[in-house]
């Protein structure tokens, strides 16, 4: 989707209610802002239930001050107003109280952002901005403070967020993330120690590729491949609205009868994913004038060596990714289902998804088919596509049971003999 071409009281009208709606704010709070080429500042209002704006509940705010609209813009205005004439580089502004952030605000810490990488690269450089009263002329000044410093997200004490950029998809890409940032690290912080990268990681993260592979344009597609687009946007959709991806994060593949690959593309909004932004990957090439997910490389890797697996997920689900980044193991042994379907699963050490593609897929059996890749991220694996993503989906909800239970009492893992019972009743492989 190209949101450069929808009006900016659209835009509002889709980010505010996307927001809301995957609870990063409340019905009466956090304020959204673009301004346009022609100087105006459209803004959402204030004191309007965030859950059902329309295009015309949105505020045009002229540069002479007049106003066009039926409701009086948020009182958070002036702040959105001295960003816009202090960083003429920012055309977006995005305000709310996300659970997870305002946990850091009132505790007055910032988020760890180099607990997985990228992070750090699409939310900036953060920092904090001292409390004021929401809406008063010392608020909109401390706030701007920090983006004369150069800062394009802050955290606001025992208040919220502010974020800015170009345009407000790239100000929701930060803000999301950072969200993710800061639950990840609750989570985690509830197993054991973070680890966090080093410089020396992230860097080395930060030299991942596009793969290099040749176009070829296909002349027809099957109707195999169409199902599969179909079914893979489908569960593309349900995995950003289930946490289990980001917009910018997830990838999903599938293999087709011919051994041909359909994949998730580099760089696009999963929310918005169509089965045409998708990547065929045949012989070794790529649909012409598209870009496939930077693990195309392993996916094709892990098929090689897999032949019984025709589906595989890369994702970064909050809490299966809180074993990520300490090092407390996961144990699968906590209710028959998770332990049939995710059997052993096993930790690699970072960067051997992306360093060292052969030894990650050799890994991968159907003893193993959820790997932990430290620092970085889950990959799962299934028959199909649905047998993939069930599977994630118990490996995030086992996860959780886990963390939930701290605080509990110990955990009693289902016994080594009630494991052989299981695996002779389902006939596992051992």
């Known amino acids: 989707m190209n949101f450069d071409l929808l009006h900016p009281a659209d835009q509002l009208v889709m980010f505010i209610s996307?927001?809301?709606?995957?609870?990063?704010?409340t019905t009466s709070g956090?304020?959204?802002?673009?301004?346009?080429?022609?100087?105006?500042?459209?803004?959402t209002p204030g004191g309007i239930d965030k859950g059902t704006l329309t295009r015309e509940d949105i505020v045009c705010v002229h540069p002479d001050g007049t106003?066009?609209?039926?409701?009086?813009?948020?009182?958070?205005?002036?702040?959105?107003?001295s960003i816009y004439k202090r960083r003429p580089d920012i055309k977006a502004v995005l305000h709310a109280h996300p659970p997870s952030i305002v946990a850091f605000s009132i505790v007055r810490k910032l988020p760890e952002l180099n607990l997985i990488p990228n992070t750090k690269l699409i939310c900036g450089e953060i920092c904090f901005s001292s409390y004021a009263i929401p809406g008063s002329h010392e608020l909109g000044e401390n706030i701007a403070h920090q983006f004369d410093q150069g800062f394009s997200t802050i955290l606001l004490e025992n208040h919220g967020v502010v974020l800015g950029s170009r345009n407000l998809f790239e100000a929701f890409k930060a803000f999301e993330t950072l969200e993710f940032c800061a639950h990840l690290q609750i989570n985690a912080q509830k197993?054991?120690?973070?680890?966090?990268?080093?410089?020396?990681?992230?860097?080395?993260?930060?030299?991942?590729?596009?793969?290099?592979?040749?176009?070829?344009?296909?002349?027809?597609?099957?109707?195999?491949?169409?199902?599969?687009?179909r079914e893979m946007t489908g569960l593309i959709h349900r995995s950003y609205d289930q946490f289990l991806f980001t917009s910018t994060q997830g990838t999903y593949s599938a293999r087709l009868l011919d051994g041909s690959v359909v994949i998730t593309p580099f760089g696009k909004d999963r929310k918005y994913l169509t089965e045409e932004d998708l990547v065929l990957i045949s012989d070794g090439k790529k649909e012409a004038g598209k870009f496939p997910s930077r693990s195309v490389n392993l996916?094709?890797?892990?098929?090689?060596?897999?032949?019984?697996?025709?589906?595989i997920l890369v994702a970064h689900p909050p809490n299966i990714m809180s074993f990520a980044v300490t090092d407390k193991p996961f144990d699968s042994r906590t209710i028959p289902e998770?332990?049939?379907?995710?059997?052993?699963?096993?930790?690699?050490?970072?960067?051997?998804?992306f360093m060292q593609k052969e030894f990650t897929a050799n890994m991968i059996s159907q003893k193993t088919p959820v790997l932990i890749c430290e620092n970085d991220c889950v990959?799962?694996?299934?028959?199909?596509?649905?047998?993939?993503?069930?599977?994630?989906e118990v490996a995030e909800f086992s996860a959780n049971s886990i963390i939930s239970s701290i605080g509990i009492g110990d955990i009693v893992p289902i016994s080594d003999q009630e494991i052989n019972k299981i695996n002779e009743v389902f006939n596992l492989e051992f």
């Open 18 to 25: 996307r927001i809301y709606h995957y609870g990063m704010t």
């Open 30 to 43: 956090g304020n959204l802002s673009i301004l346009d080429d022609n100087g105006d500042i459209w803004i």
């Open 67 to 81: 106003m066009n609209g039926k409701h009086r813009p948020s009182i958070e205005l002036p702040f959105h107003q």
């Open 191 to 229: 197993l054991g120690k973070l680890k966090i990268l080093s410089t020396e990681k992230i860097e080395i993260s930060l030299q991942k590729n596009h793969a290099l592979l040749d176009e070829f344009t296909p002349k027809s597609h099957s109707s195999e491949e169409r199902n599969i687009r």
């Open 299 to 311: 996916h094709l890797e892990i098929y090689r060596k897999n032949p019984s697996i025709n589906s």
């Open 338 to 353: 998770s332990y049939v379907m995710l059997r052993d699963v096993q930790k690699i050490p970072y960067g051997a998804n």
């Open 379 to 392: 990959i799962v694996v299934g028959n199909n596509l649905i047998d993939a993503f069930d599977r994630l």
